[in-house]
Nanobody, 125 residues
Framework: QVQLVESGGGLVQAGGSLRLSCEAS????????MAWFRQAPGQEREFVGA????????YYADSVKGRFTISRDNAKNTVYLQMSSLKPEDTAVYTC??????????????????WGQGTQVTVSS
């Protein structure tokens, strides 16, 4: 069982930056591919990006490529989402998810076994 807790959301102006964190419980964090999803009101949950277990290869949705960066610190059981050049359309609840030994190109939510509670990111224009 893995519990995930996100933090770092908030209100930021367009063009600004924000870093989200997702801390996991347990001693097997390094075995999990970690992903970030987001969901805006009235829209489906959208894949943002993922970082693999092991060497930490990353994969991003086209909508955030070049602006968002995912990293992980296995010693701290934490995955990060650094968001830059934020746009109003990035406004959403951001949630981290975990899949043991999963593929970073798995973009469907159903693939992931564990989810955090989400953190709100609001980008003002």
């Amino acid at each position: 069982q893995v519990q995930l807790v996100e933090s770092g959301g908030g209100l930021v102006q367009a063009g600004g930056s924000l870093r989200l964190s997702c801390e996991a419980s347990g001693r097997t964090f390094s075995m999990y591919t970690m992903a970030w999803f987001r969901q805006a009101p009235g829209q489906e949950r959208e894949f943002v990006g993922a970082i693999s277990y092991g060497i930490g290869t990353t994969y991003y949705a086209d909508s955030v490529k070049g602006r968002f960066t995912i990293s992980r610190d296995n010693a701290k059981n934490t995955v990060y989402l650094q968001m830059s050049s934020l746009k109003p359309e990035d406004t959403a609840v951001y949630t981290c998810a975990a899949d043991r030994f999963g593929s970073i190109t798995a973009t469907r939510p159903i693939t992931y076994d564990y989810w955090g509670q989400g953190t709100q990111v609001t980008v003002s224009s």
